[in-house]
């Protein structure tokens, strides 16, 4: 069946999970709330671990009022109330405004593919699973998507709270928009990445490329003496 993808502009799709306190969370209830939303696994022991750090951060830095953030579990068959419940705790995931939610298989279908985010089973019950984090404008729509786990936890808040129409840092959305941009044509970092350093090295290797290649034109075509 073919999945309508959803695009930066369009309506976040209707979903209904339960958080690792048992609680019912319809995404209706976040109306008028700006959204970061992240998806991760518990048996993780890769970048689901570093993305819910860095949530840690996000959660210090950002209103709760305003904002919520939310760890969507792509794992609903080992992911039940009990273990996303366990993941909080490891995690101290203790701020009103941070969630892990869990939910049916049916689930990513309906909500986490339409987002692009890739699911595929390992052999050995490992997830392959790309790095999508997802802003979520207050209006309900689609504000940004950041792909690989190499953003800072400044990138993110500054580019949640410009969706949420708050001030924000103009240098570290620029920074995330380069960061993109060099990670789009060249890959990027994982642990954290500076769009502005990134920009800076590849500046830097083609200035030494054409250093390089003038230094060997000139020796190749220079005239005898």
């Known amino acids: 069946m073919p999945v309508h993808t959803i695009a930066i502009g369009d309506r976040l799709p209707p979903a209904s999970y339960v958080d690792q306190e048992g609680k019912n969370v319809a995404f209706s209830a976040f109306a008028g709330k700006t959204l970061v939303i992240g998806f991760i696994y518990t048996n993780c022991f890769d970048q689901c671990p570093i993305l819910t750090n860095k949530f840690a951060r996000l959660a210090a830095a950002l209103p709760a009022g305003r904002f919520e953030l939310l760890e969507i579990s792509i794992d609903p068959a080992r992911d039940s109330v009990a273990a996303i419940a366990n993941f909080a705790r490891v995690h101290g995931i203790k701020s009103r405004n941070w969630r892990v939610l869990t939910g049916p298989a049916t689930m990513i279908d ?94 830097g290797v083609l200035l030494v490329g054409g250093l390089a290649a003038l230094f060997v034109g000139r020796r190749l075509f220079a005239s005898p003496s």
Request: proline fraction near 4%.
């Open 110 to 203: 309906s909500f986490a593919k339409p987002l692009g985010v890739s699911v595929v089973q390992g052999s050995g019950g490992e997830i392959v699973h790309n790095e999508r984090t997802v802003i979520v404008g207050p209006d309900g729509r689609v504000a940004d998507f950041i792909d690989d786990s190499g953003w800072t936890p400044d990138q993110i808040a500054a580019a949640a709270r410009h969706a949420d129409g708050m001030p924000s840092s103009s240098l570290a959305r620029l920074d995330l928009a380069l960061g993109k941009a060099v990670q789009a044509v060249c890959g990027g970092a994982t642990a954290g990445r500076s769009g502005l350093a990134d920009l800076a090295g590849v500046v």
